[in-house]
């Protein structure tokens, strides 16, 4: 069974702050590793797709590392807003015609004024 | 910017009725998708749909459930006799050809079983 954690669950942090969150994935049949924003009452919003070992991505305030010989992504927000309040999944597609998403618990983010 | 659209969104059952969920997904993607996150717990795969077929469908997936592209734009889950156990939020997601590609998610239809 493909199973995909995240930590923390949830973190409260000051606006200001810098933050980061992990995902460990299966480090076997790997294909690519999906971050995504999810507000409350909207669709989750595709933030990366990261797919080569030693990957490095960034949004605006927003980076993304993987390593995917150990199993590991980061996701970094450097000095936090208000408005980055959401659930951050990711989630891991494996090697397959379908490239069907296995996704983690999620953070939960709240991000205090 | 494109988006995928789903209705209704909030669908209240009684239980072994059936319920078709609909989808419009983005106009040019290839692939489509559903998924279910039943509360408290991770979002979990459903099935795939590709070239008018299903293409992967979980162990959830079962002959309770089925998904249909009709007329090139609509694509819909059909639940036949639905259960209390049934009762989630499903997403429908699609995404374009190529590789990698994010899958571009709709806002959901939470379908609660009475």
Redesign the interface.
């Known amino acids: 069974i493909l199973n995909v954690e995240q930590s923390p669950q949830s973190l409260h942090v000051q606006e200001g702050d810098s933050t980061n969150f992990t995902c460990s994935f299966p480090s076997s049949n790997f294909y690519a590793l999906h971050w995504y924003r999810w507000e409350t009452a909207k669709s989750p919003e595709a933030l990366f797709v990261m797919t080569l070992n030693g990957d490095e991505k960034k949004k605006g305030r927003i980076s993304a590392t993987l390593n995917t010989k150990e199993g590991y992504s980061y996701l970094y927000i450097k000095g936090s807003q208000p408005e980055d309040s959401a659930t951050y999944l990711c989630a891991f597609a494996h090697g397959g015609a379908t490239n069907k998403l296995i996704f983690g618990t999620g953070t939960l983010l709240a991000v205090q004024p | 910017e494109p ?2 659209t789903q209705t209704p969104s909030h669908q209240v059952t009684q239980m072994g009725q059936e319920v078709i969920l609909r989808c419009v997904p983005i106009s040019n993607h290839l ?1 489509f ?1 559903w ?1 279910r996150q039943i509360l408290g717990q ?4 459903l099935v ?1 749909f ?1 070239n008018n077929e299903i ?2 469908k ?1 162990e959830i997936f079962d002959d309770q459930f089925s998904v249909e592209r009709p007329d090139g734009s609509n694509f819909t889950l059909k639940i036949r006799s639905t259960k209390l156990e049934d009762s989630a939020m499903y ?1 429908c997601a699609s ?1 374009t050809y190529g ?10 239809t939470r379908l609660s079983i009475l």
Not at chain 2, 99 to 108: I, M
């Open positions: 988006e995928v692939y998708y998924y991770k979002v979990e795969f795939s590709y293409s992967e979980s997403f995404r590789t990698p590609q994010p899958q571009h998610f709709g806002d959901g």
